[in-house]
């Protein structure tokens, strides 16, 4: 029910405040939303070549594992490649890869591998992980 002792300025007023909100609102959602998905799924090194670039993450529940492993991908990658990094680096499952692509990405892995088990170890500890961007002509 409308009150008669309303000023309409007031309405206008409380509306343009009300818009402010939910666009403030909005903004912190997305904020809150973009750092969810950098704790679930951490990237830890993209592996940029001319054709391609490869994504190394750690996904939030491996925290819960004593190996240090890593998952690899294509941005367009839907099943990931599982790498073990220690006692050697071997290839777990090879997800949505080709072989050739499996064996391009074991290479990268076994090359930075100390970095890898680094990023590993900050991650494990909770830890901020900065991610390594290497850009690779090839």
Avoid at 60 to 69: F, I, K, L, S, W
Wanted: proline share 2%.
């Amino acid at each position: 029910m409308r009150n008669d002792h309303e000023n309409p300025q007031d309405s206008c007023q409380q509306k343009k405040a009300s818009k402010i909100w939910k666009s403030q609102e909005k903004s912190l959602y997305l904020q809150a939303r973009k750092r969810i998905k950098e704790r679930i799924m951490p990237k830890i090194l993209l592996y940029i070549t001319a054709k391609i670039v490869w994504q190394f993450l750690f996904w939030n529940t491996d925290y819960n594992e004593n190996r240090a492993h890593v998952h690899v991908g294509k941005r367009s990658t839907e099943h990931l490649c599982k790498i073990w990094l220690e006692p050697i680096v071997e290839l777990d499952k090879q997800g949505d890869l080709t072989d050739a692509q499996a064996k391009e990405v074991l290479e990268i892995a076994k090359e930075y591998q100390e970095k890898l088990l680094h990023q590993w170890k900050l991650f494990k500890e909770g830890k901020r992980i900065r991610i390594i961007t290497v850009r690779k002509k090839r």
